[in-house]
């Protein structure tokens, strides 16, 4: 697993009919080689039970590697729905892009055993 930090940016509506492809785009990613996982959501304009289903499993995935994952810039509908399924309990949520690369960068993450 690399130290690096690596940005997903999610646009447009994640639902039940974009969802393949989102999960083919990250899949693409290899989001598992790193460590700590920023998820951009400033583009994004709704999720449906699918997607936010989804951003569940990307959160398993990133903690059962031992790693940190954040989100950032969603709009206030996106905030809400988050809020809404209580992700904002188990994930950081911040108000810029900024402020998650920020935090991300002085996380220390131990080394796997």
């Known amino acids: 697993m690399s130290e ?3 940005v997903l940016q ?9 969802l393949t492809d989102t999960r083919n785009k990250v899949e693409s990613y290899k989001i598992d080689q790193y460590d700590k996982i920023i998820i951009d ?3 994004v304009s709704f999720f ?3 997607g936010l289903g989804y951003l569940v499993v990307l959160i398993k995935q990133v903690k059962n590697n ?3 994952i954040v989100f950032c810039a969603p709009n206030n509908l996106v905030k809400r729905l988050l809020s809404t ?8 949520i911040y108000e810029s892009c900024d402020e998650a690369m920020a935090y991300m960068k002085e996380l220390d993450i131990p ?3």
Do not use: C
Not at 85 to 92: A, E, P
């Open 10 to 18: 999610l646009a447009g509506e994640i639902n039940i009919n974009s």
């Open 4 to 6: 690096g930090i690596f």
């Open 41 to 43: 959501l400033e583009k």
């Open 85 to 92: 399924i209580r992700i904002d309990k188990y994930v950081n």
């Open 48 to 50: 449906d039970s699918s």
């Open 111 to 113: 080394a796997a055993i």
């Open 66 to 68: 031992k790693g940190a």
